[in-house]
């Protein structure tokens, strides 16, 4: 089997790297096996250091790494350098906050002393997607390292000089090489590995399929998993919010990576006195954007990562028009097999067509007209998703009121759904469980111990019991 680094924009195989044999994986993960008995006597000074340098590096290969996502997966260069500096920004965070995150947690009992102890759970499997080949990773490995877990990368199979560029990353800030390596394995192997004994915990960014496999696969080996799924993000436009600004944001929203992003605003809630106006502006932003060439400093978004990808969206939305969603704006492929795909923006989306209930995870824009605020909640909510949500409007408790109504892993009023080192990132319903980034994330792989001495004596009157 060989692993094909693939360039979207000009349909050419880059480079082809054979697959890792059995004995190689299998060599790799005993050693990492051992460094997971090592590392987590590495004092977090040190640890710190090396992730210090991390970011150093990231920042110093910046051009370079943004040029191979723009190669492998489509990417502009622009916001593959912006996307190197938040990796840059979370490595940094974690090594100056994971020893205050993980700090011993006192606890007033009856014991002499009772706290709550953050050990590491040892080697980490992470299955990463392509669409942000460096800081879906960063995010994992980051907090995992600084715990003192170990690291190991199964990435996407189009994406594998981005995953051996941050393999290098980590080796070259001076970390041990076993506490972080990148397999280049196909997706089969990944359950072999999940039932191996020495993996302790698994962390997923991906499709809701991918998910459930994942999932199911560590439920029968009952281990620890965090999975970041898909989303379909509400975006509510309240008659009273600043028009011009929601709807110039509302296009940045929805074409973040080429519309391939989970939290890409999808569909687009608005109140019915304002849908053509926000409509008609939405349009004029969305035509703005150029394409081309990736590695253009002037493209705004590329191609989708496969052609494959932007035949599936085209089939998403032909069906949904096809059962009465009405174009507004037409974009999409020029002709099928080709990886280019033009904004779109599609109104008249309900129950019952794929745009409804799926996600679009390209550049497509669907429009949801609101009677009010309790229809645009309902609305919001009637999604097997909740990863993000946005809600615009002028008075900032009313937004703070119905953002509290939303079934999502975070709500921005006024604001585009992002995420941040110091946030909690993660989702409910089908996109996932568990939470990445902020304290949460670097707590999500450690065993909570809890350790009382004792000592203790029983208050008056009440037996000790077990």
């Known amino acids: 089997m060989a692993i094909e680094s693939f360039n979207p924009y000009t349909g050419r195989v880059l480079r082809r790297f054979p697959a890792f044999s059995g004995a190689k994986t299998e060599r790799i993960l005993a050693q990492a096996a051992k460094a997971a008995r090592t590392w987590p006597q590495t004092p977090f000074a040190e640890r710190a250091r090396l992730m210090h340098r991390a970011a150093a590096l990231l920042r110093e290969r910046q051009d370079a790494l943004a040029r191979l996502m723009a190669l492998e997966m489509g990417k502009p260069v622009t916001d593959g350098r912006a996307e190197i500096e938040k990796c840059a920004l979370t490595c940094n965070y974690y090594a100056d906050h994971a020893e ?21 759970l040892g080697v980490v499997l992470a299955v990463m997607p392509w669409n942000f080949p460096f800081w879906q990773v960063v995010r994992f490995a980051a907090p995992a390292l600084m ?31 076993a506490t972080f390596r990148t397999l280049l394995i196909g997706s089969d192997v990944v359950e072999k590995l999940i039932q191996d004994d020495r993996v302790m915990a698994v962390t997923l960014t991906g499709s809701e399929l991918a998910g459930s496999k994942v999932a199911a696969a560590a439920g029968a080996a009952i281990k620890k998993t965090v999975l970041e799924l898909g989303g379909s993000d509400p975006f509510i436009v309240l008659a009273d919010a600043d028009l011009a600004l929601a709807a110039q944001t509302a296009a940045q929203a929805r074409m973040i990576n080429a519309g391939q992003s989970c939290i890409a605003a999808k569909r687009f809630i608005v109140h019915r006195s304002i849908i053509k106006p926000f409509i008609s502006q939405l349009k004029i932003h969305l035509l703005a954007l150029r394409t081309g060439d990736p590695l253009d400093e002037a493209t705004q978004y590329g191609p989708l990562a496969r052609p494959d990808l932007a035949d599936e969206l085209t089939q998403q939305v032909e069906d949904s028009v096809r059962a009465g969603a009405k174009v507004e704006l037409y974009g999409g492929q020029s002709q099928p097999g080709t990886a280019l795909f033009r904004p779109m923006i599609i109104s008249n989306v309900k129950p019952g067509q794929r745009a409804y209930a799926e996600e679009l995870f390209g550049p ?100 000790k019991v077990e």
């Open 364 to 463: 497509v824009a669907i429009i949801l007209e609101a009677r009010d605020d309790d229809d645009a909640i309902r609305l919001a909510n009637d999604s097997r998703f909740g990863l993000g949500a946005a809600i615009w409007t002028q008075d900032a408790k009313r937004g703070e009121a119905l953002a509290r109504r939303l079934e999502a892993g975070a709500v921005f009023v006024n604001s585009m759904v992002k995420s941040s080192p110091e946030m909690p990132f993660g989702g409910v319903k089908k996109s996932g469980y568990g939470r990445e980034l902020s304290h949460l994330g670097i707590r999500e792989f450690v065993n909570q111990k809890s350790i009382w001495i004792g000592g203790e004596v029983a208050p008056a009157g009440r037996k």
């Open 100 to 120: 205050d995150f993980l700090r011993d947690e006192i606890i007033q009992t009856a014991a002499r002393r009772s706290f709550i102890a953050h050990e590491p």
């Open 147 to 177: 715990a003192g877990n170990v690291g190991l990368l199964k990435h996407a199979s189009n994406v594998p000089q981005c995953a051996l560029a941050l393999e290098a990353i980590f080796h070259d800030a001076g970390f041990p090489p």
